[in-house]
């Protein structure tokens, strides 16, 4: 991407706070000029730059989402953010992004009963992810934070990655994603093209599918719903999940607790605890603390309920201990596109054929309107916080829910 645009803190107002990580807060923002009943509102994720490290790591994440945004919009992953513009002033950093307005995957798993997603449902996430993850890995970018939480929800109900400030450039790219179109597409873009407008197809990622024991695969695209989000109760104090010195504790992969160093296999294996979280409503490795939890990544199998079936077998093939044996360490996302469970898949008309589990409400009234006092200032924001008696502001649905911290190591 050339120069993103300038954004400007004067006409830029912030609806409501999206969300706070470790690293940053995102507001829900729009544009009091050109958009003043917010009909086009966007994401902008401000970091204060006193913070430890917080100028460097978005500096970084500001970079990767450079990477991850083509000139040409329609050239745009769909599964990954597009940068739409960036701001800097001396306490602040700030990009946006698009608003994601049906939260992330562990907000809506936690709305299904049992918290547990249908294996259709796991399906078309995963596929979608997966895509994400092997356009990364293309770009010889390691992901290294996959979990429920940086998975959002679109407007249209399709998945997107966020939260790029952990992820690394490992300078070499996995040989089994340098694909074969990338000689022909400049710059790696993604082997998808503009087919009618604002729709994009995949082609050539179509894998070859081998004939396995197990037929868990969907033979024709179904449709599978999941319980729309109860919006503004999304609280997750209880369920709160830390992030350590190495990432999201449950999602750490036992090569990274070793300290043996890291490749893209981290990326598959937190891809095989994100599959069993979706499955089962928990993580098949969380301890009573960090030393138990990273005790368990080591040495313990997960465990799996009823019947083996492919989506088991999935999740074993993609949890084994020595990353040369994992699935993907060899072969990378095309191999995993191969497994028995993604049978059927088409992975050329993702964003065409599924319809989204969750599509979210549309807003179509004014969102200005939407919390008291309706606008407020993010420069204003940030000073009162720094007050001993901050002025409250209109609070997240999703502030308290698993956090990131620091990470410094690996
Ligand atoms: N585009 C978006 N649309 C809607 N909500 C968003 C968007 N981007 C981020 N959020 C919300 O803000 C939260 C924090 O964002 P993000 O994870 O990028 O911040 P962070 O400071 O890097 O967090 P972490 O501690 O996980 O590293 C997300 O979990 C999500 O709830």
């Keep these: 991407m050339e120069k993103p645009p300038e954004l400007d803190l004067e006409k830029h107002k912030a609806i409501r706070i999206l969300g706070k990580g470790a690293m940053g807060t995102v507001f829900l923002v729009h544009d009091i000029s050109t958009d003043p009943t917010a009909r086009s509102p966007f994401a902008l994720k401000v970091v204060q730059r006193s913070k430890h490290d917080a100028d460097r790591r978005a500096r970084w994440e500001i970079g990767v989402l450079k990477t991850l945004s083509p000139p040409d919009p329609a050239l745009q992953h769909p599964f990954l953010p597009r940068l739409l513009g960036c701001l800097e002033t001396p306490d602040l950093l700030a990009w946006a992004v698009p608003f994601c307005p049906g939260s992330d995957l562990n907000v809506l798993r936690y709305h299904q009963n049992d918290h547990v997603f249908s294996p259709s449902v796991i399906r078309f996430y995963l596929s979608e992810i997966l895509c994400a993850l092997q356009y990364l890995h293309s770009l010889g970018i390691v992901y290294r934070d996959l979990k429920p939480e940086n998975i959002l929800i679109q407007h249209s109900g399709h998945a997107t990655l966020t939260d790029f400030d952990l992820s690394?450039?490992?300078?070499?790219?996995?040989?089994?994603?340098?694909?074969?179109?990338?000689?022909?597409?400049?710059?790696?873009?993604?082997?998808?093209?503009?087919?009618?407008?604002?729709?994009?197809?995949?082609?050539?990622?179509?894998?070859?599918?081998?004939?396995?024991?197990?037929?868990?695969?969907?033979?024709?695209?179904?449709?599978?719903?999941?319980?729309?989000?109860?919006?503004?109760?999304?609280?997750?104090?209880?369920?709160?999940r830390s992030n350590s010195f190495v990432g999201t504790e449950e999602y750490v992969s036992p090569e990274v607790v070793r300290g043996d160093g890291h490749e893209f296999a981290v990326d598959w294996w937190a891809f095989g605890i994100l599959t069993y979280e979706m499955l089962y409503g928990r993580t098949p490795f969380k301890g009573k603390?960090?030393?138990?939890?990273?005790?368990?990544?080591?040495?313990?199998?997960?465990?799996?309920?009823?019947?083996?079936?492919?989506?088991?077998?999935?999740?074993?093939?993609?949890?084994?201990?020595?990353?040369?044996?994992?699935?993907?360490?060899?072969?990378?996302?095309?191999?995993?596109?191969?497994?028995?469970?993604?049978?059927?898949?088409?992975?050329?008309?993702?964003?065409?054929?599924?319809?989204?589990?969750?599509?979210?409400?549309?807003?179509?009234?004014?969102?200005?309107?939407?919390?008291?006092?309706?606008?407020?200032?993010?420069?204003?924001?940030?000073?009162?916080?720094?007050?001993?008696?901050?002025?409250?502001?209109?609070?997240?649905?999703?502030?308290?829910h698993r956090r990131n911290v620091s990470f410094t190591g690996y």
């Design 168 to 240: 690394r450039n490992l300078k070499k790219k996995p040989p089994s994603e340098i694909l074969a179109d990338d000689k022909k597409v400049p710059n790696s873009l993604p082997q998808f093209t503009a087919r009618r407008k604002h729709r994009l197809k995949f082609f050539r990622w179509i894998p070859v599918v081998p004939d396995n024991k197990y037929n868990y695969a969907l033979k024709k695209a179904k449709s599978a719903r999941v319980s729309p989000v109860r919006r503004r109760k999304l609280s997750f104090s209880n369920e709160e």
């Design 289 to 400: 603390n960090r030393k138990e939890t990273f005790r368990n990544v080591l040495t313990k199998e997960p465990k799996f309920m009823g019947q083996p079936n492919a989506l088991t077998d999935l999740i074993g093939r993609l949890l084994q201990k020595d990353p040369e044996k994992r699935l993907g360490y060899h072969g990378g996302a095309c191999e995993i596109k191969e497994h028995a469970f993604f049978r059927g898949v088409r992975w050329d008309l993702l964003t065409e054929v599924l319809r989204p589990p969750f599509i979210p409400p549309r807003d179509d009234g004014d969102l200005t309107t939407e919390v008291s006092p309706g606008n407020f200032d993010i420069r204003e924001y940030f000073q009162s916080s720094k007050a001993p008696n901050p002025k409250s502001m209109p609070p997240s649905p999703l502030s308290d």
